[in-house]
């Protein structure tokens, strides 16, 4: 006799990402039984402590008793971990997986788990404050029912965008939070090479980046409106953006998305 399942979703995958998820889904009162696998005792022990997740005592189980299975490991791990699965019995069992892996497009999933109905998704980290976002793909092969599924989980941490599989690696290199770390970082230690406190400096930044980006977001007016009535002519920020631009601000940012796609890329025919 099969056993039932007793679990809505189960990670496979203990690191940054399924404790971002996790805590995010705490945060937003979800309530069903979480599970997680991971070969690495010390990630479970902070999982459960901190967020009272079940931890799956093996990878047939963690794969039978779940509803949905999560892919949550590095991408240069996707290859064994599917392959381990594939040679266990719970392969055989068709059901809704969702990879979280940068790069690892779905042909490579499918040609590893035939069985499965594979679903990517690419959540942000900031998902762990509910103020995520997330993209989603699906094969041909996945139900009504469960594209709604992966859908209700995400949107539970965040926006959820549902975009072609090509755009992808785009998407990847565009929307990461490390452009907003990266960004205050930089135009704060120029605030202190112009004289500012540390503090100051990084406080100003915050303010500039984070606070202008919200209130785009809040009051629904056009950012090219915004973009013209903070360039005042004779104005300080117009002397600034102008100067920015001239430097070369727009290409260096179109070169760095340049180099990630192109990363995403080649990491996924190391994959193949």
């Known amino acids: ?3 039932p399942l007793t679990r809505a979703f189960t990670f496979l ?34 999982l459960q402590r901190e967020f009272k997740v079940e931890v799956a005592r093996d990878l047939k189980s963690a794969i039978e008793q779940a509803e949905t299975v999560i892919v949550a490991v590095r991408p240069a791990s996707v290859t064994d971990l599917l392959a381990e699965v594939a040679a266990s019995d719970a392969s055989q069992q068709p059901k809704l ?4 892996a940068a790069g690892v497009p779905m042909r490579n999933l499918r040609a590893q788990l035939k069985q499965a109905r594979w679903t990517r998704a690419m959540p942000s980290p900031v998902c762990r404050i509910g103020r ?3 993209a989603l793909c699906f094969d041909r ?4 029912q469960e594209r709604a599924r992966a859908r209700h989980l995400f949107s539970r941490v965040g926006q959820v965008l549902e975009i072609p599989e090509r755009q992808f690696d785009a998407f990847t290199a565009t929307y990461s939070s490390s452009h907003g770390y990266h960004a205050l970082a930089t135009l704060a230690l120029a605030g202190q090479r112009a004289g500012l406190a540390r503090l100051t400096a990084l ?21 090219a409106d915004l973009l013209h009535e903070a360039a005042t002519p004779g104005g300080i920020a117009a002397a600034t953006m102008a100067a920015m631009n001239k430097s070369g601000y727009a290409r260096a ?11 995403a890329r080649r990491n996924a025919k190391l994959l193949q």
């Open 97 to 100: 997986w969702i990879s979280l």
């Open 132 to 134: 995520g976002l997330t």
């Open 141 to 144: 092969t996945v139900t009504r």
């Open 203 to 223: 406080t100003a930044a915050a303010h500039g980046l984070g606070d202008g980006i919200l209130y785009w977001k809040e009051s629904g007016q056009n950012l």
């Open 253 to 263: 940012v179109t070169n760095g998305l340049k180099a990630g796609i192109a990363r």
């Open 13 to 46: 995958g203990g690191g940054r990402i399924t404790s971002a998820l996790v805590a995010g889904l705490r945060l937003a009162k979800y309530k069903l039984p979480i599970a997680v696998y991971d070969r690495h005792p010390q990630k479970l022990r902070a």
């Open 1 to 3: 006799m099969e056993e």
